[in-house]
């Protein structure tokens, strides 16, 4: 009877744990999105930095179009619908962080 009643707790206790897991997972879901999404841009950005050497607005616009990201517990997606917004902010993030220098030509790295 003892046993029966901690298996019980056990199993109540291991339910809250995993249902609370569930909510704070859901309530940070659109933070999470948008934190891999910047995340991919940059990659995106300095990855053709190195390659090419300089950008421009519209450069990185083109290489920002359709950039997706999505987590691997959710159906849901996040896709760059606007890429002169996303860029503008995504280069301004870029700047304040040092990473990369305007110059005549457009963007290069630092």
Known sequence: MFKTIIYILLFAIATIIIYTWGLFKEKNKSKDLLDILYSKGEKKILKALDSKGSLSRKDIEKELMNLKASLFYSKNKLVVQ??????????????QKGVIVKNSKGYTLK
Do not use: Y
């Open 82 to 95: 606007d890429p002169s917004h996303f860029s503008k902010v995504l280069v301004g993030k870029l700047l």
